[in-house]
């Protein structure tokens, strides 16, 4: 086989199992049962939270760098592009959730819901809003580069794995296995790129 043959093979590969990996949760979620008892703004929370959990994939990914097709320079402006699409469909989620209970969504935000998914679910929130606040004011903030980059990786991994923790113990729209692959997707991905790229190393 060609070498630019093998390339294009390993490129629809990825790319494909990223799609795969993202879309399904979402298209089997469409599918569930369950929506047929939800109210559309209920819904709506439901989906931006599944596609929070499926952006949570694709940044490790785009800022390591394994994905194929897109080049260095590319990779950080889509990084940060994804981060915003990321904070929005929280912000929806949270939201939307708020509309449909306002009290529920105050009991999680005070860590005295009684499921505990809602904990999980909370601390994701802020570690978002957190990494997304010190990415937006890095100059700013004047942190060294290795002091921010721990900072900026240690929030993303925190929301990354409550992100899991939170998505897997609700029995909601989302199909089982599809809804496990996403999450530990999301967290091999995470880890991969840490530990590639060295996040804790001195240069």
């Known amino acids: 086989m060609r070498p630019g043959a093998t390339g294009t093979t390993r490129t629809v590969v990825i790319w494909g199992a990223v799609a795969a990996a993202t879309v399904f949760p979402i298209a089997l979620a469409a599918t569930s049962p369950q929506l047929a008892w939800r109210d559309p703004v209920y819904i709506s929370a439901g989906f931006a939270g599944i596609a929070a959990m499926a952006l949570l994939l694709i940044q490790p990914l785009m800022i390591g760098g394994y994905l194929p097709g897109v080049p260095p320079h590319r990779r950080r402006l889509i990084h940060r592009s994804v981060g915003g699409v990321l904070v929005a469909a929280v912000l929806v989620h949270v939201g939307a959730l708020w509309l449909t209970s306002a009290p529920d969504v105050i009991d999680a935000l005070l860590f005295r819901s009684p499921t505990p998914f809602s904990d999980w679910g909370v601390i994701a929130m802020w570690t978002t809003f957190a990494v997304a606040v010190i990415a937006a004011f890095r100059k700013r903030l004047k942190l060294r580069p290795r002091v921010w980059r721990l900072a900026h990786t240690a929030l993303a991994a925190v929301t990354v794995v409550c992100s899991a923790v939170h998505a897997i113990q609700i029995e909601g729209t989302m199909e089982t296995f599809s809804k496990y692959a996403l999450?530990?997707?999301?967290?091999a991905a995470t880890v991969?790129?840490?530990?590639?790229?060295r996040v804790w190393s001195v240069r």
């Open 183 to 187: 999450c530990a997707a999301a967290i």
């Open 192 to 197: 991969k790129v840490c530990t590639d790229l």
